[in-house]
């Protein structure tokens, strides 16, 4: 569910924290028009500050896994590089941003002079702890900084009026949760390189349900189908699903909901597997209640959807797209690794040092700036 204003504020501090560090070499012009929406320009270089603080929120978790050059690889396997797949979203946020803005009042509402404030004030902090070439590589200068802020503090207030209007009653039987575990042996053909496929022989069949009676021998015995499933070398599952959950094989579904607390099945068989399931819960009180939030934000974010998504397909917008591709990812924008020693305060307090680096920069990084450490609406 959305968070309250003051929970957004605080986003809005972290965020600066995040972006803070120092830069090698210049920055587009922040003054072009990236987008217009319904005759307001958008301008390049909120653009490229929005891009910048979501590169570096992903910086530390996907640059541990992928290098720290992931923006320029294929991660989704969609033929494009990931850098360009999180700049097409930027784009569409700032649309949604902007539509929100040109809209807000019509609800009533818009931001008191204190959040005005608040932002004004984050934005200060944020460059006084940037020096001049970090300022040009984001683009960030105290008008753009503001008003990005206050486009996102504004979205999340019309968010949350729209988000108070749902139903909150849900029916306890729609979100109850049951609690299984099982193991699965695929007796699906197999397939080789050319894409020709060969079933499984009897003997080969056989010997896989023989496996799995082995193992719920030994888990009736334990009453640990996981141990059991070890000692065969394989593992056991263990997941919840509820009245309308459709990723589980409906037999196993079927052959779940025979059961009691503790109890097994047999071995079942479907097209393409052999399973054998337990019965951990009936009823499992976590998972029921995560399924009755997850009800609810779905009916918040419907809310939200049913008030924007008419402005935006009625909106007038226009897309610089060879403005918008010019925003690469040569450098890499990273978060502080380490506490500072004083910290940021919504008083203003200095700010942290992170930092970015260019392969090939002319300009050298900070000696000072921090290393990179792991890092998502």
């Keep these: 569910m959305k968070k309250n204003m003051a929970g957004v504020l605080a986003l809005l501090f972290m965020m600066v924290a995040a972006l803070t560090g120092c830069a090698a070499g210049g920055g587009p012009d922040r003054t072009a028009e990236a987008m217009n929406v319904d005759g307001v320009s958008v301008?390049?270089?909120?653009?490229?500050?929005?891009?910048?603080?979501?590169?570096?929120?992903?910086?530390?978790?996907?640059?541990?896994?992928?290098?720290?050059?992931?923006?320029?690889?294929?991660?989704?396997?969609?033929?494009?590089?990931?850098?360009?797949?999180?700049?097409?979203?930027?784009?569409?946020?700032?649309?949604?941003?902007?539509?929100?803005?040109?809209?807000?009042?019509?609800l009533g509402i818009t931001l008191t002079d204190e959040e005005k404030t608040n932002a004004s004030e984050a934005a200060k902090a944020f460059l006084a702890a940037n020096d001049s070439k970090a300022l040009k590589?984001?683009?960030?200068?105290?008008?753009?900084?503001?008003?990005?802020?206050?486009?996102?503090?504004?979205?999340?207030?019309?968010?949350?009026?729209r988000?108070?209007?749902?139903?909150?009653?849900?029916?306890?039987?729609?979100?109850?949760?049951?609690?299984?575990?099982?193991?699965?042996?695929?007796?699906a053909p197999?397939?080789?390189?050319?894409?020709?496929?060969?079933?499984?022989?009897?003997?080969?069949?056989?010997?896989?349900?023989?496996?799995l009676e082995r193992i719920l021998t030994a888990a009736k015995e334990s009453g640990?189908?996981?141990?059991?499933?070890?000692?065969?070398?394989?593992?056991?599952?263990?997941?919840?699903?509820?009245?309308?959950?459709?990723?589980?094989?409906?037999?196993l579904v079927r052959a779940a909901d025979a059961l009691s607390d503790g109890e097994f099945s047999g071995v079942i068989e479907t097209e393409n597997n052999y399973y054998i399931v337990c019965m951990e819960s009936t009823f499992d009180a976590d998972a029921t209640e995560t399924a009755k939030q997850n009800e609810l934000s779905q009916r918040e974010r419907d809310a939200y959807d049913a008030w924007y998504s008419p402005l935006l397909e009625a909106a007038q917008i226009t897309v610089n797209?060879?403005?918008?591709?010019?925003?690469?990812?040569?450098?890499?924008?990273?978060?502080?690794?380490?506490?500072?020693?004083?910290?940021?305060?919504?008083?203003?307090?200095?700010?942290?040092?992170?930092?970015?680096?260019?392969?090939?920069?002319?300009?050298?990084?900070?000696?000072?700036?921090e290393t990179p450490e792991g890092e998502t609406e």
Excluded: C
């Design 43 to 106: 301008p390049l270089g909120e653009v490229n500050l929005y891009l910048r603080y979501q590169q570096t929120q992903m910086q530390g978790f996907y640059g541990m896994y992928f290098g720290e050059d992931f923006m320029n690889q294929d991660l989704m396997g969609l033929g494009v590089p990931y850098g360009n797949t999180v700049r097409d979203t930027v784009v569409e946020t700032l649309k949604e941003y902007y539509v929100v803005e040109a809209h807000a009042q019509e």
């Design 137 to 161: 590589a984001m683009t960030a200068d105290e008008a753009t900084v503001t008003h990005l802020l206050e486009l996102m503090a504004l979205q999340s207030k019309v968010y949350d009026d």
């Design 163 to 187: 988000a108070a209007t749902i139903d909150t009653e849900v029916d306890p039987e729609a979100v109850a949760q049951k609690r299984i575990s099982y193991v699965s042996s695929s007796i």
């Design 190 to 211: 197999s397939v080789d390189e050319d894409g020709n496929e060969t079933e499984l022989t009897e003997a080969e069949l056989t010997e896989k349900k023989e496996q």
């Design 224 to 251: 640990d189908l996981q141990a059991a499933a070890e000692a065969e070398e394989m593992s056991a599952t263990s997941t919840t699903y509820g009245k309308d959950s459709t990723s589980l094989d409906e037999e």
């Design 321 to 369: 797209e060879e403005l918008i591709q010019s925003l690469t990812f040569e450098r890499v924008f990273s978060a502080p690794t380490e506490e500072p020693e004083e910290d940021v305060s919504a008083e203003g307090a200095e700010e942290p040092a992170a930092e970015e680096s260019s392969e090939g920069a002319e300009e050298s990084v900070d000696d000072t700036a």
